[in-house]
C-alpha cells in the first residue's frame, strides 16, 4: 500500500470533495493520527536521556534520508521547474524548521495544557486561512464540527488526573505566543503546500521540503552533539528515535501531504484533533494511566467533531 502511495500521480483536475466520499486517503489519515498519538509516548521515552534539540536534529536527519531512500526507491526524481524552488524551500522551512522551533522553545515556557489546546485550533486555522482565500468552503455544521472537536480536547485536558494548569498569559504569555506562532507555522504550511501538489508527487515535495527544514535543524543540534555524552543514550532511547523517525514524521508526513493533495487542506487538518484521544488511549493502554470519564467524553466529542466537519467541508471547485 505504502509504495502504491508513494508513487500515486496527482490529478490536474479538482472537483469539490462529495460529502461522505471516503477513499484511500481517508484511510491513511486515520493512521497518520494514530502514528501521532502514539508519537506522544514515544518520545516521551526517548527525551528522557536525549535533549530535545539534539533529539529533534537526529530524528529529522534520520527521517530525512529515510524519505529519500523511499522516494527514489519507487520510481521517483527530485526535478523541480526552477521557479518553484524558492516555494519550495520557503514550505520546508515554514513546515519544519519554524513549527519545531517554535514548539521546542514554547513548551519550555508554558504548560503542557496550554499548548495542546492551542495546536487543537489548527483545523479553524486552516479552516479559516483556506475560505478567506476562496479555495475551501466550510458550511454552518463544519464550522461546528471544528468547536466541537476543540471543545472534546478541552474536556480531555479538564478531565485528567493531574492538577491542571490553564493559565493563558502573564508568566505563560511568551510560551503561548511561540506555540501559537508554530501553530500558524503548521496551519499555513498544510494550506500552501497544495497548489504545487498539481505539478509534482506529494512523496517528492515532502521529501524536499522536509530536507530543506531539516538542515538549519541540525545546525542548530550541532553544538548538542559535539558535547554529548554518547554512551550514556540506551538501546531503548535510541529505538524510540527511530520508532518517531519512521512512522511519527517520514510516513505521517507522507500520508498527509497524499490527503492534503486528495481531500484539501482544510478536511485534512481537521483528522489531527483525533490525535490526543488516540494519544489517550496508548498511554491507557501502555503506560497504564488512568482515564477519567470527562476524558472519555471530551473524546467522543472530539471524534463527532472531526465527522461533521469532515461532511460538510468541500473544495472550491477550480481552486
Request: proline share 5%.
Amino acid at each position: 500500500m505504502i509504495p502504491k502511495v508513494l508513487a500515486s500521480k496527482l490529478p490536474q483536475a479538482k472537483r469539490p470533495v462529495i460529502p461522505g466520499d471516503l477513499n484511500w486517503a481517508d484511510g491513511l489519515l486515520l493512521l497518520t493520527v494514530f502514528f501521532w498519538g502514539v508519537n506522544f509516548s514515544v518520545v516521551k521515552v526517548a527525551l528522557l536521556e536525549i535533549p530535545p534539540l539534539l533529539f529533534n536534529g537526529l530524528r529529522f536527519a534520520f527521517t530525512s534520508a529515510l524519505m529519500l531512500v523511499l522516494t527514489l526507491a519507487t520510481g521517483h526524481r527530485l526535478k523541480f521547474q526552477r521557479r518553484h524552488l524558492p516555494y519550495l524551500i520557503g514550505l520546508g522551512l515554514l513546515g519544519n524548521t519554524a513549527y519545531q522551533l517554535f514548539f521546542i522553545l514554547g513548551i519550555a515556557q508554558t504548560t503542557a495544557d496550554n499548548s495542546a489546546l492551542i495546536l487543537a485550533t489548527v483545523p479553524a486555522w486552516v479552516a479559516l486561512f483556506g475560505t478567506l482565500a476562496g479555495v475551501e468552503q466550510v458550511r454552518r455544521q463544519g464550522w461546528l464540527g471544528v468547536i466541537l472537536s476543540l471543545g472534546g480536547i478541552a474536556l480531555i485536558i479538564l478531565g485528567s488526573n493531574h492538577q491542571v494548569d490553564l493559565q493563558f498569559g502573564g508568566a505563560t504569555l511568551r510560551g503561548d505566543v511561540l506555540i501559537l506562532l508554530g501553530t500558524l507555522c503548521w496551519s499555513t504550511y498544510t494550506l500552501a503546500i497544495r497548489p504545487v501538489l498539481r505539478h509534482y508527487p506529494s512523496a517528492v515535495l515532502t521529501s524536499f521540503s522536509t530536507l530543506m527544514g531539516t538542515i538549519p535543524l541540525i545546525l542548530l543540534a550541532t553544538p548538542s552533539m559535539l558535547a554529548f555524552h554518547w554512551r550514556s543514550v540506551s538501546g531503548l532511547a535510541w529505538s524510540a528515535l527511530i520508532i518517531s523517525g519512521t512512522f511519527g514524521i517520514t510516513l505521517a508526513y507522507f500520508f498527509w501531504n497524499y490527503g492534503v493533495s486528495r481531500l484539501g487542506s482544510a478536511r485534512t487538518s481537521f483528522y489531527s484533533n483525533l490525535s490526543p484521544p488516540i494519544s489517550l488511549l496508548v498511554a491507557w493502554l501502555w503506560l497504564g494511566e488512568t482515564l477519567t470519564p470527562l476524558q472519555w467524553g471530551g473524546a467522543l466529542l472530539a471524534l463527532a467533531g472531526v465527522v461533521l466537519s469532515r461532511r460538510y467541508t468541500f473544495l472550491v471547485s477550480g481552486k
